[in-house]
């Protein structure tokens, strides 16, 4: 959740990024004191299908596009200060606020589920809000901490690296989302990345070695 | 008017989500989910098909381009 939200608000800027993640927050805080205990009646399934297919589309074409300009820029590449100007967005970038809205939202409904759950079971449902809540502050104090480190990172190799991770989350909704189980469950996740990110590096040296000037770059 | 400019906005809005610089992405995520469930469906274990066909596709789109 805090991955998108950051990788999105440094690649395609932060105020829209930031809307979207706090609109999808205010949505899921209203849903969940909303449904209460009624909230595992939601088709979480469907949303999974819907929002792994939709992540997984423009996480496939900024792979495509991170690919491209890593191969032609070299993971030096360019920083966001050096672009020239003209090239921010004005006015709200629904591109970013979709993809944070959406990446917290379906994040947090599945928190709020395993909250809820565990606490609706063991009749302890304010331990268990205090214990998903704190959880929540804290990936947002670690998320705001590492943006500075983040932002130095040259905008061509971001594109990749956010590129990599929505492939990632989106192929496993997406296909958990069509009722199929991944072989060592969530554990799948980190395996996606590391095969997205393979992929990606092979296809960066194919292409600057099909074009030597770019490997002196 | 503005309705329909907001409608214009709307839909290119996700035109460009969607379709992007290449339709083929998103066919093939599509084509690839519905044939996961399928495949599903048959008893064969189809986990494998969508990264392999999202490989195969952004592949495809960088040689083309």
Do not use: C
Request: charged fraction near 10%.
């Amino acid at each position: 959740m805090v991955a998108i939200v950051i990788g999105v608000g440094v690649t395609r800027g932060w105020r829209s990024s930031l809307l979207g993640a706090g609109a999808g927050l205010i949505v899921l805080l209203a849903v969940s004191i909303g449904f209460g205990t009624a909230l595992t009646a939601v088709p979480i399934d469907d949303l999974r299908l819907v929002i792994g297919a939709l992540l997984l589309i423009f996480g496939l074409q900024w792979l495509a596009k991170g690919i491209r300009r890593v191969a032609a820029q070299g993971f030096a590449g360019i920083h966001e200060e050096d672009i020239p100007p003209g090239h921010e967005h004005e006015g709200v970038d629904w591109t970013s606020f979709v993809i944070s809205f959406k990446g917290v939202l379906l994040e947090g409904l599945e928190i709020a589920f395993i909250v809820i759950s565990f606490g609706a079971t063991s009749n302890s449902l304010t331990p268990a809000a205090i214990g998903g809540a704190s959880a929540l502050v804290l990936l947002t104090i670690v998320g705001a901490a590492s943006h500075r480190a983040i932002t130095r990172i040259p905008r061509s190799v971001l594109i990749l690296v956010v590129g990599v991770m929505l492939s990632s989350f989106g192929s496993f909704w997406g296909v958990e989302g069509v009722g199929v189980d991944w072989p060592g469950g969530e554990a799948a996740i980190a395996a996606l990345v590391g095969l997205y990110a393979a992929f990606a590096l092979s296809m960066v040296a194919v292409r600057r070695r099909a074009v030597p000037e770019l490997a002196q770059t | 008017m503005i309705v329909v400019d907001w409608l214009k906005g709307f839909g290119k809005f996700w035109w460009d989500f969607l379709i992007g610089d290449d339709w083929t992405i998103a066919a093939t995520v599509v084509a690839a989910l519905a044939s996961t469930y399928g495949l599903a469906q048959a008893g064969v274990p189809a986990w494998w098909l969508v990264p392999a066909a999202a490989l195969g596709v952004v592949m495809l789109s960088l040689a083309r381009s």
